[in-house]
């Protein structure tokens, strides 16, 4: 069994924020491969299904991004779920929109959703980030990512999830860095990322 956990903040103030990307590619998995509807436990909304022949628990904490470890934390305990075998979707700063990287363990950049989980499971799960881009000055950071994606950027918003969603399979296997780089080379396809970016695995 696995647990795929989407960051974010919940209600539709929230909906649309570089914060809450990580809630746009669960929902995008959910969607893409039947899962069961969503419903309300462990502090947050869960949906279950299938994926690359694993089971596989999808959470969207409900606990706002600063306690999203309330939550991760429940419904691990409840499926007896090793941090080995969740994998946390989530907003990324210090990579250019439209990428992806995958890293299993590691620091937490600062994110607090990420400290969070940590702090209630340990520091070694997998996380995919999912550049959002950085304003620039450390200042807007906190701005930056409680703004709404703009119209312009919804294209690639949507695309990522959407290949998110269609290569996921893969990281249940363990393949993280074919994942990576099947996510990259879709983009590309869809005229997304550069050509000179590889895709990356684990840095």
């Not at 279950?48 to 306690?67: D, F, H, S």
């Not at 989980?117 to 881009?133: C, E, F, P, Q, T």
Request: charged letters at 20%.
């Amino acid at each position: 069994m696995r647990l795929f956990v989407g960051l974010g903040n919940p209600g539709a103030k929230y909906q649309g924020n570089r914060h809450n990307i990580g809630f746009m590619a669960v929902d995008e998995i959910a969607r893409r491969h039947g899962f069961a509807p969503w419903r309300r436990r462990f502090q947050g909304e869960t949906s279950e299904g299938q994926l690359g022949g694993a089971r596989v628990i999808l959470l969207k904490p409900a606990t706002y991004m600063n306690e999203s470890g309330n939550a991760v934390g429940e419904a691990a305990k409840f499926f007896k779920i090793a941090v080995g075998d969740i994998t946390v979707f989530h907003d990324e700063i210090e990579l250019p929109p439209a990428k992806l990287r995958v890293k299993l363990g590691g620091g937490i950049a600062g994110h607090n959703g990420l400290r969070s989980i940590s702090a209630h499971v340990g520091n070694d799960y997998r996380r995919v980030r999912l550049g959002v881009g950085h304003p620039g000055v450390k200042e807007m950071v906190h701005a930056h990512v409680l703004s709404d994606f703009a119209k312009s950027e919804m294209p690639w918003v949507d695309a990522l999830c959407e290949i998110v969603a269609d290569h996921a399979g893969l990281l249940v296997a363990g393949q993280d860095a074919t994942f990576a780089n099947k996510v990259h080379l879709a983009m590309q396809a869809r005229g997304f990322g550069a050509k000179e970016d590889n895709g990356g695995g684990q840095n």
